[in-house]
Every structure is written in C-alpha cells, then in structure tokens.
C-alpha cells in the first residue's frame, strides 16, 4: 500500500541529488543560452554609430559559387559604407563559372577586383592560399572575410560588423545562418542536425560576449591585417586543410582585441544545395581542428553534459525506489517531476528565444531530448572522422 508521506534517509539523498544536479544546470547551461539571446537584443537595437569607420577590403573566397556571385556581388557592392571599401574574389575553382557571373560587374564597379588561386599549387590548404592572396592583395588594412554561397542579411552588414573596429577592437566574429537554396531538391537538413549547428553557434558565440573567444564563422569575420600579419598568416598550421577560422582566430584572439557582433544587420545566410552534406563535412572538420584548440569550453559543456545525464539518472532513481523499493511513496516521483518542470520549462524556454534570435529551428518541446541526444551525436561523428581523417591533412606524414 502506497503511503504518501513516509519518506526514507535514502528518498531525501536521491531527491536532493536530483534537486542539486537541476540547480547547478540552471547555473551553468541556462546563463550560456541567454548570453547570446540578449546580445542579439542589444546589439539590434543599438544604433549605428555615426563615427569614421575605416576602409575595408571584402575578401569573397568562392569555389564553384558562380550562380551565387551574381546575387551576392551587387548586395556587397551597393552596402550602405560612408568609408571606401573593395571587393577581392578569391576564386579557387573553375575560372569559367565565376567569369559570366562577374565579368559584367567589373565594368560596372571600379572597386571589384578578381583573383585566382595556382590551380597546381601542391600541399598546400587550397582556402588558406586562396585567403593568403586576397589578404595580401588588399589595399586597407581591415579586411571582412565572406564566402561565395553567402549573402548578407541587410545593406548595413558592413557597418555593423566594423562598428566595433572604432572602438579600438582588432577581431570581430559574426554569425552566418545556415539556409538553403530555395531551389534546392534537397530535403530538409534533420532535427538533430539542426540542434548541433544551433548548439555549436551558441557555445562559440556565448564563450565570445563572456570574453574567451576561441572561434568563429569563415563566412562572416573581419580582422586587422596586422593581427594576419604578426600571427604569420597560416604558418602553424599549414599541414591542415581547414582550421583558417577556428585554430587561428583561437591563436590571435584575446579577451581585448575582440568583439562579437550579433546585430541582425550584420548577419549573412550561408546557402547550401545539400545541407546535410554541408553539416556533415563542417562537423567532422570541427571535431578535427577543436583537439587544436586551447580553451575551457568543451571541458564545460562536457560536465554540462555529464550533469543532464545525473540529473535524468537520479530522477528515474528516485521515482523507481521510492515506487518499488524503498516506502513505496509518490512523493519522490512528484518531486523529481516539479525538479523536471523547474528545469525543463526555463530551458525551453530560453532556447526558442534563442534559437529564434539566431534564425534557427526553436525545438521548443524536444531540446531536451537533443540535449541528452548530442554526447552520442558527437561520438558518432567522432568515429566517422577516426577513419576519414587523412582528409584533414594537406600531405601525408
């Protein structure tokens, strides 16, 4: 027979376990998701600053993007920009599929200039050469780096990403949205898939605004070229193909010389035909260059980890003893599911704000069940990279 008030010395372990587990998340992974969500708020709502901004050099890195660079080109080259800026393609696929989309641009835009990566050039990153000759090729000296299946959000994408370079910041990361060809036959990129990019942004961008930068988006950063320059461009990691965005902003970045920009204005969506594709190889690129990389974030959203597991563990625990074993009381059970309200509905929460903020899925009713998913997720992919990981390497050792 059930008894509703008798509870045992072990019924109050497990609940205050379960209670303890639930508090340190709301402490710990709560404060991450708001971080970025009021950061988009007050960066949108802060107006442009009407100050001298300084001359920028777009470099548009771009492979096989010719259909894109017709759309994208005239959106960069018709910005609302009080200072010079120009525009360098860096292309580093087949000349013939950029030179229709931009050939007519030239003549209309002084300011738009073309290069081309050695097509025979040998152990050597193709995007980190292609990134090295458009910097070098830049007449100012801050540079904003985009990709060729981009487009920005709003005409004032260069003013708010160089607003904060006349506050004295060296480095400025944005964020790029990923999005899908409208006239894409591709289904839709997964839920889980979703979750991970969403969840990826937030932990960069969140460890970003708390002043421990340790990454950012290639398709929406801008930097000195003094910051390239001092750092020697590449020069660390030149026996990786990738790593332009996150090994290297994690080597030159600091506490003071950089800046996260969330305005909405100074977003880009990045257009994908296969999305699944493009989440697929970014995902296993990432978990390559992050053992990489010098920062405390993936220590704590490991024993964020860890502690949505013990949370969920000594929930069932407490409902299972307190039913079967130990008085047989409800009571444990109704308490672990006011602990699981008093977790879940802020997290939800939280994370639609979020997820709205940055234009991505909100998930609502099922992030916590992404949450719990994701340290699987990773492994999974952790161990497709194990057996591809020759790919990450410009020659073999």
């Not at 965005?245 to 600091?254: E, L, P, S, W, Y």
């Amino acid at each position: 027979m059930f008894s509703i008030f008798d509870l045992s010395l072990t019924d109050y372990y497990i609940i205050g376990a379960t209670l303890f587990c639930a508090v340190l998340l709301l402490s710990l992974f709560l404060p991450t998701v708001i971080r970025v969500t009021r950061r988009v708020s007050r960066d949108a709502s802060e107006p442009m600053p009407d100050v001298e901004y300084p001359p920028v050099s777009v470099i548009v890195y771009t492979n096989s993007d010719g259909d894109n660079l017709a759309a994208l080109l005239p959106e960069i080259l018709e910005q609302d920009y009080p200072s010079p800026f120009e525009v360098i393609v860096v292309n580093d696929g087949d000349a013939s599929e950029i030179e229709c989309s931009i050939g007519a641009l030239e003549l209309r835009y002084s300011n738009l200039y073309m290069t081309y990566a050695p097509s025979r050039s040998r152990n050597l990153s193709r995007k980190k050469l292609s990134l090295t000759l458009g910097i070098k090729a830049a007449r100012y000296d801050t540079v904003v780096i985009t990709s060729g299946n981009c487009r920005p959000c709003s005409s004032l994408w260069l003013r708010g990403l160089c607003r904060n370079f006349t506050d004295g910041k060296d480095i400025v990361i944005g964020y790029a949205i990923p999005a899908q060809y409208p006239e894409s036959t591709r289904p839709r990129i997964s839920r889980t898939a979703s979750f991970d990019e969403t969840y990826s942004a937030v932990r960069y961008l969140s460890w970003g605004i708390a002043h421990r930068p340790f990454r950012g988006d290639g398709s929406n950063i801008a930097y000195r070229k003094c910051v390239f320059t001092d750092a020697k461009g590449f020069s660390s990691h030149l026996n990786l193909n990738f790593g332009d965005d996150d090994i290297f902003i994690n080597q030159v970045a600091t506490r003071e010389n950089t800046a996260i920009e969330l305005s909405p204005d100074s977003m880009v969506y990045s257009f994908e035909h296969d999305p699944s594709h493009a989440h697929r190889f970014n995902k296993m690129r990432y978990d390559f260059t992050s053992r990489r990389i010098h920062t405390g974030t993936f220590r704590y959203f490991a024993a964020c980890s860890w502690l949505w597991w013990l949370w969920l563990l000594t929930s069932a625990g407490a409902t299972a003893y307190g039913l079967l074993v130990g008085t047989m009381s409800l009571i444990p059970a109704l308490a672990v599911t006011a602990i699981a309200l008093g977790l879940c509905i802020p997290v939800m929460v939280a994370w639609r704000s979020c997820a709205r903020s940055l234009a991505a899925r909100p998930l609502c009713l099922t992030v916590i069940w992404f949450i719990l998913l994701h340290p699987f997720y990773n492994i999974y992919y952790r161990i497709r990279g194990h057996y591809s990981k020759s790919r990450n390497f410009t020659w073999e050792f």
